[in-house]
């Protein structure tokens, strides 16, 4: 028998029971469709998270108080006999590789002003704190470089903060309480969005000498340090471990930089989007279950079928490739179907849903596509394996 004449039997055994195909096929397509749509959720939200990270520039490296062992949130102030002060942070800002040193506390308080009042968050931070993390000023300007350990008492609004108080009012000059304490305005941030859930314009900034007074705290929570773009990570790394310990006495800090923050943020959406294609799959091999069922059923309905191919010469291998080759086909034509479906129904979610976070995730589509090929040919080698061995003479009486 040719190649020719077991293609046209095995498409014209597919298409000769149209709704049995149909269904058969169904429970592939769905699979995919599942794996299509559940990965592109995941990949999108794994790029939108990565680029809620990187958008405050990717030369940032974190120094918290406190020994950690490993990367991640250190032990805060009580894992260290030394904390961290403002006058670390100008000694950092002096390291010939660093542009910009931000010192960082952080709170909430109430604000008080023009007869409203909005508890909010607060961050007392250094005055390069624009420029470190990439904020614009819509109106005014930023934190002064004052005496850093005894600043003016000045503040700057957050977009959202700004319209919750003033309105259309313009704010600057005028009076606010923070916490009881009183702050002239004296700018206001253009619209920075949100990341990861935290409204970045619905806060306030001061200096960060007047937030370790207003949250009573003796330790900066953070100093935000931003490099110079061609200057070697890890040689800044170092440089900034000698000075803490010199002036500290010991490594008494926890030193994490972006790239590492985003390697384990990225390893655990890596790990988000396995989980979600993997539920797909369990689709998939549903699928798989009803090919096998289909099949088997077949084999029992053609009995004769099969009988009459082995008496006019057509060999075992031949009636296995013919029962192979149409579970192959069902599945493919399920795993095409569901591609399409899923790329369509997630085109139509991005344009329906600009806010939701889709991107298609192609590698995992390519193996869905490949998964369904061997699951239709693992469903199919038990009932063509039946098929061929079944006894021709057998066969032809079984009618």
Request: charged share 20%; glycine share 12%; proline share 4%.
């Amino acid at each position: 028998m040719k190649s020719r004449d077991l293609f046209l039997m095995t498409f014209k055994s597919v298409t000769s029971q149209r709704q049995r195909s149909l269904l058969t096929s169904l429970g592939i397509a769905v699979g995919i469709t599942a794996v299509v749509l559940l990965t592109a959720i995941g990949e999108g939200i794994h790029q939108f998270v990565l680029s809620e990270f990187t958008q405050f520039g990717t030369h940032i490296i974190g120094i918290n108080p406190g020994k950690s062992e490993t990367h991640g949130a250190s032990m805060g102030i009580f894992g260290t006999t030394r904390p961290l002060t403002l006058e670390d942070a100008q000694a950092l800002e002096r390291l010939p590789e660093i542009t910009a040193a931000v010192p960082v506390v952080q709170g909430n308080a109430e604000v008080k002003g023009n007869n409203r009042s909005r508890r909010t968050f607060v961050n007392a931070v250094g005055p390069d704190m624009d420029e470190a993390f990439q904020f614009q000023i819509a109106s005014g300007r930023f934190l002064p470089r004052d005496d850093l350990n005894a600043p003016r008492a000045f503040a700057v609004l957050g977009s959202k903060l700004k319209e919750e108080l003033f309105g259309s009012l313009n704010p600057l000059g005028e009076r606010v309480r923070i916490g009881g304490e009183r702050y002239r305005v004296i700018g206001v941030m253009a619209p920075k969005g949100q990341m990861l859930g935290f409204d970045l314009d619905d806060a306030i900034y001061i200096p960060a000498a007047r937030g370790l007074s207003l949250f009573n705290r003796d330790s900066l929570i953070e100093i935000d340090v931003l490099y110079r773009p061609t200057a070697n990570e890890d040689e800044v790394v170092a440089s900034i471990r000698r000075l803490i310990e010199a002036r500290h006495g010991r490594d008494d800090v926890t030193i994490t930089t972006q790239q590492q923050m985003l390697e384990i943020l990225g390893s655990i959406l890596n790990v988000l989007t396995v989980a979600v294609g993997a539920l797909g799959g369990i689709s998939l091999l549903v699928g798989g279950i009803g090919i096998l069922t289909i099949m088997t059923i077949a084999v029992s309905e053609r009995t004769t079928e099969i009988g009459l191919l082995r008496a006019v010469g057509a060999t075992r291998q031949q009636v296995l490739t013919v029962f192979l080759g149409e579970a192959i086909m069902l599945s493919t034509i399920g795993g095409l179907a569901g591609l399409g479906l899923g790329l369509g129904i997630a085109g139509l979610l991005k344009l329906g849903l600009p806010a939701l976070p889709i991107e298609t995730a192609w590698p995992f589509v390519g193996f869905s596509l490949a998964l369904s090929f061997v699951i239709g040919l693992s469903a199919g080698a038990l009932p063509a394996q039946r098929a061929a061995r079944l006894d021709p003479i057998e066969a032809l009486r079984a009618e």
